[in-house]
């Protein structure tokens, strides 16, 4: 794979400290901007996601770096299996907006939200059957003690689901990269009102592991039966990883 932290063009990784602020401030506009910068894309992949959550049959379902809680809700709506799901984030505002989208539905007894740092998962060891995590591993400060945690709290026989975007291959990452670096930040900015929080999702995209070398991470914070699924010619890309059973 071609190393395109120090291709030319390309940004440096940014920090991820406080990005938690980033978010409180786009939280208004956060699930309409995703709509329109994915062509609806994103509903679809995380339907994705839940199909392949629902082969395990899992009960209790942890959602972390839950935002405005999209993908808990399609859990619940896709997965007739799962019985409670919890998500957690660091951006309060992003979950009030998450808290009214589950009460709207009548969901409120199955679907709690509260704080939460995905690098520090505040639930005891074995606690769930499945976890999710969808456009959030890039925005955690450490991303193997993240996926560590993610084992920890997983009961054995557990699968993590995490939804992220990626780079497809070429002819198609020139035109991306350009669409990236040129186009998604001043198109963020017209929708959302935030320039800084555009030109950060380009650079996370363009800085973070992807395809085998993310699955390499998975397998060192001790998942078996580590795949990928790319998405939409490679511009997103679901990983599933299993905790050994005893």
Request: aromatic content about 10%; proline content about 5%; glycine content about 8%.
């Amino acid at each position: 794979m071609e190393d395109l932290r120090t291709a030319e063009g390309a940004p440096s990784s940014p920090t991820r400290t406080n990005v938690w602020a980033m978010f409180d401030r786009i939280a208004h506009r956060y699930d309409f901007v995703n709509r329109v910068l994915s062509g609806r894309q994103d509903v679809l992949w995380r339907k994705k996601v839940a199909k392949l959550l629902k082969t395990g049959s899992p009960r209790q379902v942890l959602d972390l770096a839950t935002g405005t809680a999209d993908q808990l809700l399609t859990i619940i709506q896709n997965v007739p299996s799962v019985e409670s799901g919890v998500g957690i984030d660091l951006s309060e505002k992003m979950m009030e907006f998450g808290r009214k989208k589950i009460a709207a539905k009548g969901l409120s007894e199955k679907l709690r939200l509260q704080t939460g740092d995905a690098s520090q998962i505040p639930f005891a060891d074995e606690s769930f059957d499945a976890i999710t995590i969808s456009f959030g591993i890039r925005n955690v400060i450490d991303v193997s003690e993240s996926l560590r945690e993610m084992n920890r709290v997983l009961r054995p026989g557990g699968r993590t689901h995490i939804l992220e975007f990626s780079l497809p291959a070429q002819p198609l990452r020139s035109a991306y990269l350009f669409y990236l670096r040129k186009i998604l930040p001043h198109f963020g900015n017209a929708l959302s009102g935030d320039s800084y929080a555009y030109r950060y999702l380009n650079e996370t995209i363009e800085t973070f592991p992807y395809g085998e070398e993310f699955c390499t991470l998975m397998t060192q914070a001790g998942f078996a039966k580590v795949a990928h699924y790319p998405l939409t010619l490679g511009i997103a890309t679901i990983y599933v990883g299993e905790k050994p059973k005893a």
